[in-house]
């Protein structure tokens, strides 16, 4: 392990590389410690047999060595965006579909038969698993984001009927989706690997080694969003503020966003499926919100062993009238 400022005793670091962990969720409890006191950390990366590696864990450091890949060169042998060697198809399958889509409205439409047929597959009042029955013929990393979706909903029933009162609302869909991708976020950490020397968080790193960026450690960083584990679906929308500006001494309003997640990655590492998985899950959403009943929890979801991958084996749902 390098000796050098940043590492913590692999006791505090350790789970965050066994696979173990993640079939009770990414644990935000011990990332959140770590944000605070080491957002820069050695993992040894042995309970996971993969090589050591820095992981980066705080939202701006992330968003930075994403924006400068003449630094963080993403890995030769890393898939797109941290896809699983079962997802190949991901790229090809985003390249194919967006093709056909000249403008964000015709993407919508396009959309919306596909994900009522999908839905169609959930006969009321029957257990069905989302991800073997529902969503079993779309790439794991665009399913995952669905079920993902999906689970957000069914763990939030007053939001959901919230959502269902306001459906008409296309900004307030808009926002749920992006609270949706950073709420549950498939890609918990993606590979790079260090062209030159830099300092990252107060850790001087070193030309060769390797670093893991916690897409889903920067998106619950409370310095950016605020109570992160909460979901929020309005956490995206424009909110008018005052600009104090004004040459006459008047207040202005504008608008003013919530900073991006990093779902997707950030710059030239955007994800090339990003457009995809949103458009999939808004349309998805439209369905769910339009079908008279709602989607319910059928039984207790079982979560992937996977340090990288933030997806189900399992997510039992039932639809009732």
Same mark, same amino acid.
């Given at each position: 392990m390098p000796q050098r400022r940043g590492a913590l005793p692999i006791s505090d670091a350790e789970v965050l590389g066994c696979p173990d962990t993640y079939a009770h969720g990414v644990p935000h409890d011990r990332l959140e410690r770590l944000r605070g006191r080491t957002p820069v950390v050695w993992l040894d990366g042995r309970l996971a047999d993969r090589p050591g590696a820095w992981?980066?864990?705080?939202?701006?450091?992330?968003?930075?060595?994403?924006?400068?890949?003449?630094?963080?060169? *993403?890995?030769?042998?890393?898939?797109?965006?941290?896809?699983?060697?079962?997802?190949?198809? $991901?790229?090809?399958?985003?390249?194919?579909?967006?093709?056909?889509?000249?403008?964000?409205?015709?993407?919508?439409?396009?959309?919306?038969?596909?994900?009522?047929? !999908?839905?169609?597959?959930? *006969?009321?009042?029957?257990?069905?698993?989302?991800?073997?029955?529902?969503?079993?013929?779309? *790439?794991?990393?665009?399913?995952?984001?669905?079920?993902?979706?999906?689970?957000?909903?069914?763990?939030?029933?007053?939001?959901?009927?919230?959502?269902?009162?306001?459906?008409?609302?296309?900004?307030? $869909?808009?926002?749920?989706?992006?609270? !949706? $991708?950073?709420?549950?976020?498939?890609?918990?950490?993606?590979?790079?690997?260090?062209?030159?020397?830099?300092?990252?968080?107060?850790?001087?790193?070193?030309?060769?080694?390797?670093?893991?960026?916690? $897409?889903?450690?920067?998106?619950?960083?409370?310095?950016?969003?605020?109570? *992160?584990?909460?979901?929020?679906?309005?956490?995206?929308?424009?909110v008018p503020v005052s600009d104090r500006r004004s040459r006459f001494g008047r207040h202005r309003q504008r608008e003013q966003r919530v900073r991006p997640h990093l779902c997707f990655g950030y710059g030239d590492s955007m994800c090339l499926g990003a457009r995809l998985a949103r458009t999939h899950l808004r349309a998805l959403l439209i369905a769910l919100l339009d079908r008279p009943g709602w989607v319910r929890p059928a039984g207790e979801p079982v979560l992937v062993r996977s340090s990288s991958r933030h997806g189900f084996e399992q997510l039992p749902v039932r639809w009732t009238g």
């Open positions: 992981a980066v864990l705080r939202y701006e450091d992330v968003r930075h060595a994403l924006a400068h890949p003449e630094l963080f060169s *993403p890995d030769d042998d890393s898939l797109p965006h941290g896809q699983s060697s079962g997802d190949d198809d $991901l790229e090809e399958y985003s390249i194919a579909a967006l093709d056909g889509m000249s403008s964000s409205e015709p993407a919508r439409s396009d959309m919306e038969s596909p994900a009522k047929a !999908m839905l169609d597959r959930m *006969p009321d009042d029957a257990a069905v698993d989302f991800v073997t029955d529902i969503a079993c013929d779309l *790439p794991e990393t665009l399913r995952d984001a669905l079920a993902g979706g999906v689970h957000a909903l069914v763990r939030h029933p007053v939001q959901y009927e919230r959502l269902r009162e306001r459906r008409s609302d296309n900004e307030l $869909l808009d926002s749920t989706v992006e609270e !949706m $991708l950073r709420w549950w976020t498939p890609i918990t950490q993606v590979w790079h690997t260090m062209r030159r020397g830099t300092v990252i968080g107060g850790v001087p790193l070193l030309a060769g080694e390797r670093v893991t960026l916690w $897409l889903a450690s920067a998106n619950y960083d409370d310095a950016v969003f605020p109570e *992160p584990t909460l979901f929020l679906p309005d956490r995206f929308r424009s």
